[in-house]
């Protein structure tokens, strides 16, 4: 029997969950389904530019785990593309994480933003830019 799979940690829930080809009806097509974790891989990798070893600590994987995850994302996407499938955004052993945690590099101060803000441009406190984004604290 197989290891339960480990939750993997994610940034953002998806606002849309289906994708289709135009002008063909849903009850004739087939689907395929990306799970979260697929779609966060390659959120991380390919919109934010981090290294697999960067994303894969953000997701609370191992490196080779992640590099699984995301070449199956990849294929997933590439099938319903290519064969003309209806792509369904669902599933998998996800935890949400509401917010980001910056450190500031000159004053040690640590705070929190919610997702979907944008990257601060300094720190609230001192208002130095030599900061780094850690999800560990």
Do not use: N
Request: charged letters at 30%; proline letters at 7%.
């Amino acid at each position: 029997m197989p290891r339960p799979k480990q939750c993997r940690r994610v940034g953002l829930s998806p606002d849309s969950t289906y994708f289709k080809p135009a002008g063909i009806p849903t009850r004739s097509l087939q689907e395929i389904v990306l799970p979260i974790d697929g779609l966060e891989a390659m959120r991380l990798v390919d919109i934010e530019g981090l290294y697999q070893d960067q994303a894969a600590k953000r997701m609370g994987v191992s490196r080779r785990t992640f590099g699984r995850i995301i070449d199956s994302a990849r294929t997933t996407v590439t099938r319903a593309l290519v064969e003309g499938m209806a792509l369904r955004i669902e599933g998998g052993a996800v935890e949400i994480i509401e917010e980001r945690t910056f450190v500031c590099s000159d004053c040690q101060h640590i705070w929190k933003l919610p997702f979907g803000t944008g990257r601060p441009k300094a720190c609230p406190r001192c208002q130095s830019t030599a900061f780094r984004r850690d999800d560990t604290v």
